[in-house]
């Protein structure tokens, strides 16, 4: 077996290990799959009660102890889609039944109504929206960097559920919360929103575009690359965003602005660190917005293409959140990050 660790934060998540996987099956690299798989069904996957079928979302990987019971919707949306890649990719006859395994969180997932210890859908079916998280309060909103729209559409060409329409109404209202969420000038948004895409308040943390919504501009990219249905407002999107950023200067903005563009008065902390920088990990997924709308001179590929993952010059390093946008942006950019479709012998 084998995990991806969040080494800043000194835990284990479902974030990095579902993205671990994405890798894996993307690259063809059914080993690593399958170790970072096993580890994450027998430590943090819920094999029964009110939960069963969905992750606790954080563990310390020296003591194996949880340090949550609770789900963060993300990790399960790149697990069913990884695991249905990865079914398409190399069958289920090969030592893990992948889609047996995808559909084991879906199945549970729509069994979920909050009547057992207020454990929700991932999916709020009211509003065909992924939540923030699938428990009491946080079922009634959600993080625009977890609207996957192409993701719905592959649930609904191969999870054959019997819930295809409504996965393909998911990804079409991905795409109009993100119109919503992404309308300002700069197209920036806010870690967390309402369901109508406005910015929500929390009693930790003033509204901001901050370490979630970097992967936005990335999850928009892949939309476009992959099923092409939003094609005029995405390239408005990409062309949007990438003139702010820039006015800020292309080897200069930073990682945590308001959604009217100035710098917010709360600065989010990571890793023991407190200080906006140029961060790698929003070089990247800005990067990425060129396979939507091409730059004359390519200036953010640059960029990313002569950026590198090391040290910034205080000693604050995160290979884990940097380098794995750094990884997929590369693959987006390359042509290694695509839809996969099933073997054909």
Known sequence: MAYVSDIKNHDARTEGLSYGM???VQLNKKDVFDRIWRWSKKYLQHPDGPREGYFAWSINPQTMKKNSEGTASDGELYFITDLLFASNRWGNNTGIDYYQEARFILDNM???DGTQDSIFNIINPEHKQIVFTPEARNYN???????LPAFFEVWAIYAKDGHEQ????????????????CAAPTALNTDLTDFNGQPLQTRWMQPAFRYDSWRVPMNIAMDYNWFGKDKSWQQDYAKRFQNFL???????FVDQYNPDGSQPDFILPAGGYKKLRHSLGLVATAASTEMIYKDDDFAFVNALWNAKLQPYQDGYFDPYYDG???LFSLMHLSGKYQLIQPHKN
């Open 22 to 24: 994405m890798i894996a």
């Open 166 to 181: 409504f996965y393909i109404d998911c990804a079409d209202t991905a795409r109009a919360f993100l119109h919503r969420a």
């Open 246 to 252: 820039k006015s800020k200067g292309i080897d200069r």
């Open 110 to 112: 729509w069994k979920k």
């Open 324 to 326: 794995l946008l750094y």
């Open 141 to 147: 909103f959600t993080d625009p960097s977890y609207q």
